[in-house]
C-alpha cells in the first residue's frame, strides 16, 4: 500500500501517487503538526471534563452533596444521556456548515458548564448541568471525524483517527495522576473548577489554528491542497452510491456497528468512570495512589492505539485488528472478576491488559464508515454509531455504579463489563464484506 505523506500526487484511484513534486509532499506533512495537535487538545479537554466525575464520586461528592450511591451513579449516567440527544444533528451542522465554528461554540459551553459542576450544590441543578454537559460535548466526536476526512485520505485515517482518539487515554492517564493529588489537597468541588476553566481559554486557539478544509488554510500550498482535494474526491468515486440517510442507517453493517458499539462503550465508560472507585475500595489505598494506579491501563492502551493504528494503515486490516483485541479485553476483565476477592496485585493486572485492549482498536473502527459510506451519509452514520455508544455509556456509568452500590464489591459490575466486550467483539466477525463501487446497495436489515 502505497504512503500517501510520501506520495502525493493523485492516481486514477483517488490514491496520492509519487508522480509530484517532493515539495508537495513535505507540504502535506504540516497537516500532522498543524492541524491534529489542536484536534489532540480539544478532544482530551473534553475527556477532562466528563471523565474526572469519577474521582469526584471517589473523592466524598454523594456525601459533600448528601445524597445517595444510587443518585451518583444518576449524576454519571446523566451525562451520557445529554451527550445522545445532539449527536446527528450536530454532525449534520458540520457536514453542511462550518465544523470549526461548531466546536468553538462547544467549548466555551462545555467548559463553563464542567466549572459550575464544583459550584452548584442542588442535586436537580447539578443533574441538569451534567446533562447540559453531555449535550454540549455530544457534538465532538462526529465533527471531529467528520474534520478528519476532509484533511486525511484512506491510507491516513486510522493513524489520524488514533491521534485524535489519544486524548482519550492520555487525558485519564495525566488526569488520573494529577487529580486525585488536586482532589486531597483542593476537594472535589475545586477541582472541577479548576479543571473547567482551561477549555474556555483554548477556544480562542482552536479558531486560530484550524480551518475547515485544505483550501483555507495558510499554512498548507495552493498545490499541495489541490492535489489532496483530488484524492479525496477520487476515493469517493470508489463508493457504492446511496440514495437517503434512511437507507444507510437501516444497512446491515450500519446496525450492526451500532449494535457493536453500544457494547463496547458499555464496558469502557464503566471502566473509565468507576476504576479509581474500584480501586479505592479493593486496595486499600489513598486518592493520591489511587491516581497513580488508575493510570497505569492507559500507559498500555496509548502505546497500543498508536501500534494497531499504524499497522492498519499499513495492511489496510480493520476489523481483524478490531474484534481480537477486544475479545482479549473482555476475558482480560473477566480475569479481574475472578480474581477481585482474593488477589488485588492479579485483578489490577488483568485491569491493565483490559484497559489497553478496549482502547486499542478505536483507530481501525473509525475507519470502517468512511470507507463503505460517500461522504453525503458519513458524518450522520458516524453521529449514530456513537449516539448508540453514548447510550452504551449511560447503561455502563449506571448499572457498573448502581452494581457496586447493591454488592459493595466491584466484582459485578466486573462480570457485566467482561460480558459486554465479548459480545461487542462478536458482532464484529458478523460484518458483511464492503460492497464494492457500482454494486447495489448492501441487503437492508
Given at each position: ?22 515539495g ?39 456525601a459533600?452533596?448528601?445524597?445517595t ?19 446527528v444533528?450536530?454532525?449534520r ?26 459550584v ?14 453531555g ?8 465533527t ?8 486525511f485520505?484512506?491510507?491516513e ?7 485524535f ?30 479543571e ?26 495552493p498545490?499541495?491542497?489541490?492535489a ?66 488508575a493510570?497505569i ?11 494497531v ?25 473477566l ?31 473509525f475507519?470502517?464508515v468512511p ?67 457500482g ?7
Amino acid at each position: 500500500m502505497k504512503n500517501t505523506l510520501l506520495n502525493p500526487g493523485v492516481s486514477s484511484d483517488g490514491a496520492l501517487s509519487a508522480r509530484n513534486d517532493g515539495g508537495i509532499a513535505a507540504n502535506l506533512r504540516r497537516r500532522w503538526l498543524y492541524l491534529m495537535p489542536a484536534v489532540f487538545i480539544t478532544y482530551s479537554l473534553a475527556y477532562l471534563d466528563r471523565a474526572n466525575y469519577g474521582f469526584g464520586a471517589a473523592a466524598g461528592l454523594a456525601a459533600t452533596l448528601h445524597i445517595t450511591e444510587a443518585r451518583t451513579s444518576l449524576l454519571g449516567a446523566l451525562f451520557f444521556l445529554g451527550y445522545f440527544t445532539f449527536q446527528v444533528p450536530g454532525a449534520r451542522i458540520a457536514r453542511r456548515g462550518s465544523a470549526r465554528w461548531l466546536i468553538f461554540a462547544a467549548l466555551v459551553t462545555w467548559g463553563s458548564l464542567a466549572a459550575l459542576t464544583g459550584v452548584i450544590r442542588e442535586f436537580w441543578l447539578l443533574a441538569l448541568d451534567r446533562f447540559l454537559l453531555g449535550v454540549a460535548e455530544s457534538v465532538i466526536f462526529p465533527t471531529m471525524l467528520v474534520l478528519l476526512t476532509r484533511w486525511f485520505t484512506r491510507e491516513e485515517r486510522s493513524r489520524a483517527n488514533a491521534v485524535f482518539i489519544l486524548g482519550n487515554p492520555i487525558t485519564v492517564l495525566w488526569m488520573s495522576a494529577i487529580t486525585g493529588y488536586l482532589m486531597q489537597a483542593y476537594g472535589w468541588q475545586m477541582t472541577f473548577v479548576l479543571e473547567g476553566i482551561p477549555t474556555v481559554l483554548w477556544a480562542p486557539v482552536w479558531m486560530a489554528a484550524v480551518r475547515d478544509r485544505p483550501s483555507q488554510a495558510g499554512w498548507l500550498s495552493p498545490s499541495a491542497s489541490e492535489a489532496l482535494e483530488r484524492a479525496l474526491t477520487g476515493e469517493q468515486a470508489t463508493m457504492p452510491p446511496v440514495t437517503s440517510l434512511r437507507r444507510a442507517l437501516l444497512r446491515k453493517d450500519v446496525v450492526l456497528l451500532s449494535t457493536q458499539y453500544f457494547c463496547w462503550s458499555l464496558g469502557i465508560y464503566g471502566f473509565v468512570l468507576w476504576l479509581p472507585t474500584i480501586i479505592h475500595r479493593s486496595g486499600s489505598v489513598t486518592m493520591g495512589q489511587t491516581g497513580l494506579l488508575a493510570a497505569i491501563p492507559y500507559v498500555a492502551a496509548v502505546v497500543l492505539m498508536l501500534i494497531v493504528s499504524y499497522i492498519s494503515d499499513k495492511t489496510g486490516r480493520r476489523e481483524a485488528l478490531v474484534w481480537p483485541l477486544l475479545l482479549v479485553s473482555g476475558v482480560a476483565m473477566l480475569g479481574s472478576f475472578l480474581f477481585a476477592n482474593s488477589s488485588f496485585v492479579t485483578a489490577f493486572v488483568c485491569l491493565v491488559i483490559s484497559g489497553g485492549c478496549m482502547y486499542a482498536p478505536y483507530g481501525p473502527f473509525f475507519a470502517i464508515v468512511p470507507e463503505r459510506l460517500p461522504r453525503n451519509v458519513t458524518a450522520e452514520v458516524l453521529a449514530v454509531i456513537n449516539s448508540c455508544g453514548a447510550l452504551g455509556g449511560f447503561a455502563g456509568s449506571f448499572l457498573v455504579g448502581i452494581l457496586q452500590a447493591a454488592t459493595g464489591s466491584p466484582r459485578a459490575g466486573f462480570l457485566l463489563m467482561s460480558s459486554s466486550l465479548i459480545f461487542s467483539s462478536l458482532l464484529v466477525l458478523l460484518l458483511p464484506k464492503p460492497t464494492p463501487s457500482g454494486a447495489n446497495e448492501p441487503s437492508i436489515a
